[in-house]
């Protein structure tokens, strides 16, 4: 046999169970809003990150050009230090004619000491 004793429920008990109602369903809603704050922030970070992807593929005919652009600055800097500091490769290796290969510094400090004469770059 169960026995249940009643009671009598005030006004007081029961507002106290209004109030902590209330605030559990203000704790749900504040983890809801959050939960869909951080979502909506997801997706736009994803959304911001396929524009951003989307924006940077390139084309054949855009490396081509940058690869012509890089030539040209390359043959307009050919005797510059800090144009052929900027363009060459830390990697970069130069073979001469001696069968010998001359380092991105070696190539950089013969090509700014050693200038051709001027009626070689006239001529070209």
Same mark, same amino acid.
């Given at each position: 046999m @169960?026995?249940s !004793?009643?009671?009598?429920?005030?006004?007081?008990?029961?507002?106290?169970? @209004?109030?902590?109602g209330l605030?559990?369903?203000?704790?749900?809603v504040?983890?809801?809003t959050?939960?869909?704050?951080?979502?909506? @922030?997801?997706?736009?970070?994803?959304q %911001?990150?396929?524009?951003l992807?989307?924006?940077?593929?390139?084309t054949?005919?855009?490396? !081509?050009?940058?690869? @012509?652009?890089l030539?040209?600055?390359?043959?307009?800097?050919?005797?510059n &230090?800090?144009a052929?500091? !900027?363009?060459?490769a830390?990697?970069f290796? %130069? *073979?001469?004619a001696t069968?010998?290969?001359?380092?991105? &510094?070696?190539?950089?400090y013969?090509?700014?000491?050693?200038?051709p *004469?001027?009626?070689?770059?006239?001529?070209?």
């Open positions: @169960i026995y !004793r009643k009671r009598e429920v005030s006004e007081t008990d029961f507002l106290t169970d @209004i109030g902590v605030m559990k369903l203000k704790y749900f504040s983890l809801g959050l939960m869909a704050a951080s979502l909506l @922030i997801s997706f736009m970070a994803r %911001h990150d396929a524009t992807a989307h924006a940077h593929q390139r054949a005919n855009q490396d !081509r050009q940058a690869l @012509i652009a030539e040209n600055e390359w043959l307009n800097g050919e005797h &230090a800090a052929l500091e !900027r363009i060459l830390s990697d290796v %130069h *073979p001469v069968g010998d290969f001359l380092t991105k &510094a070696q190539h950089i013969y090509s700014t000491e050693y200038l *004469p001027a009626s070689h770059v006239a001529n070209m």
